[in-house]
């Protein structure tokens, strides 16, 4: 999600004290068990990897690989630091924008049964006073919501947004209510001119997607994603219950070098944007049922997906999706997605030139600075530094 300006809202103490005694979401967290993984030549690096990272300050994480050896999963650290419960392969975390992956999955899904054409304008299926107010709206398509070339105002951007989150840190949002947050800014760029990360368009992916439909985007999600592929341990919030083996998510929330559970507080989950909660076997299964077996979406969908536009001189955005060099001089790349929240991050990735994956689950906040971005992000760089040898 990218929640850059959070740290500075979030650390207003009194704003959070006046809600502890809300009912939380996201209770104490149970152990969950597994069987070992099998043997892998690079098992002891991997793991190394990880705790190393733990032992720099991320409180829990688990990584699945597969590669020409085959498959190897593994964990480190804590699912919650409060209960004294190790987190485990089969714990389960919210998975940021890795969402925004499944949800474009979806969409493509909609449009090989004709559902859904992704050059149709928001402006078709929205109403004008649904759009009113928000710049670029009246112009763009689905397909610029997806590929995040619409110049829409970032709602997680906003201060007065975080601020309500703070107030009410257990509300389920609408996108209704979301959008008034964006109402009133400023286009970032004049539409398909440029490429810019924005939560704001996959909320408005998903009003669109009920109102071409006629059914609400979390039971598509379920039906054309989650269900066929056999995700068992993968939910959507705010539209369901979490398990008892949820982890719970921390942040340096007060920028003091300490961490703090940061858990149940809600920022915008369950439209669109963010809110799927899954552990790393269940997003083996959506790997490879979407890039390996096919079994989702036909070759010709997914080459639709993979139209790149550069973002930056190492990221190309396609549409729901990342693709990132793995090297200055490197023809070859990774295809995927990463997440992040408040209290969580993920890494989803696969290497189309070998059909390598990585699949990270962190339940640390790395979208914003704090003392241990530079840990996860040099884990991930270690990861796939590894992963290329």
Known sequence: MRLNKIVLFLSVFTLITLNACRKAETNASTACTVEAPQSHPKSVAFQSLMDEATKAGLPGMSLLIADSNGVWYGASGMADIESNIAYQPCSVQKLGSITKMMMAVMVMKLVEEGKVNIDDKVSKWLDAKTIE????????????????????????????????????????????????????QAAVFTVNTEVRYSNTN?????????????????????????????????????????????????????????????????????????????????????????FLDKTVLKQSTLDTMMQWK????????????FRKSLGTNS?????????????????????????????????YGT????????TYVQLVKDIVSEMKK
Not at 205 to 215: A, Q
Not at 249 to 262: A, E, F, I, R
Request: charged share 15%.
């Open 202 to 290: 996959t909320l408005l992916l998903s009003m669109c997607i009920e109102k071409i439909t006629g059914r609400p985007h979390n039971e598509l999600l379920h039906e054309k994603v989650i269900d066929p592929i056999g995700m068992s341990s993968t939910y959507y919030h705010t539209h369901d219950a979490l398990p008892a083996i949820t982890a719970q998510g921390y942040y340096d929330l007060y920028n003091k070098g300490t961490v703090s559970n940061v858990s149940n507080i809600v920022t915008g989950s369950g439209n669109g944007f963010t809110g799927v909660y899954s552990n790393v076997f269940d997003l083996q299964k959506f790997v490879k049922a979407v």
């Open 133 to 184: 107010g928000i710049a670029n709206a009246d112009q763009v398509t689905l397909r610029n919501l997806m590929q995040h070339t619409s110049g829409i105002y970032d709602i997680i951007r906003s201060s007065d947004f975080y601020l309500a989150v703070l107030h009410n840190p257990n509300k389920h949002w609408t996108g209704e209510e979301l959008l008034t947050y964006v109402r009133g």
């Open 367 to 374: 979208d914003s600075d704090s003392y241990l971005k530079p």
């Open 331 to 363: 023809t070859e790349y990774r295809i995927g997605h990463t997440g992040g929240d408040l209290g969580y991050a993920c890494e989803v990735y696969y290497f189309p030139h070998n059909g390598r994956y990585f699949i990270l689950c962190v339940n």
């Open 310 to 321: 550069q973002n930056s001189p190492d990221t190309d955005f396609g549409l729901g999706l």
